[in-house]
C-alpha cells in the first residue's frame, strides 16, 4: 500500500524538476488541473491510469521509486543526461510591443473577415501553453 503523503513528494518533486506549474504538468500528461489539485492536496490517491501517463510523459521518472520511493529519481541511466529545466515563467509583460502589433494585425485581419457578416467582435483571447492568456477587447 503506498503511503498518500509520501506519494505528493515525491509527485512535487517531479513537477519542481522540470520545472511545471501544477496545471502544466497536469496539460502535459493529460488529466485535467482539477486531478493534480485533489492528489496534492490529499484528498484523492493517484489512479493507476495516472501513474502511467506519468510515467510514458516522463521517462526519468521510475515507477518503483514513484510508488515507494525506493530507487532513484531521475533514474540512473538519465542522470548524466539531466533534462534541461524550464524557467518558471515570471510576470511576462504579454503587451509588449511586437506580441502586441502581431496580434494587432491578426485582429485586423479578422475584422475584415468578418465585416461582410455584419457582426462586431467584442473580444477576443488568447490561450497560451503555459496556462495564461491575454484578453483582447473591442
Do not use: C
Amino acid at each position: 500500500m503506498i503511503n498518500n503523503e509520501e506519494f505528493t513528494k515525491r509527485l512535487k518533486k517531479v513537477i519542481d524538476y522540470y520545472g511545471e506549474s501544477a496545471s502544466s504538468f497536469a496539460e502535459k500528461i493529460g488529466v485535467q488541473r482539477s486531478s493534480i489539485s485533489h492528489i496534492l492536496s490529499g484528498r484523492n490517491k493517484p489512479s493507476l491510469e495516472f501513474v502511467l501517463k506519468v510515467l510514458s510523459s516522463f521517462p526519468e521518472v521510475q515507477l518503483y521509486w514513484l510508488m515507494n520511493g525506493k530507487g532513484n529519481f531521475p533514474a540512473e541511466k538519465n542522470a548524466e543526461q539531466k533534462v534541461e529545466q524550464k524557467p518558471k515563467p515570471q510576470n511576462e509583460d504579454l503587451f509588449s510591443t511586437p506580441q502586441t502589433e502581431k496580434i494587432t494585425t491578426e485582429i485586423s485581419e479578422v475584422k475584415q473577415i468578418t465585416s461582410n457578416s455584419k457582426k462586431e467582435i467584442d473580444r477576443i483571447i488568447i490561450f497560451y501553453k503555459d496556462g495564461s492568456f491575454s484578453n483582447f477587447e473591442n
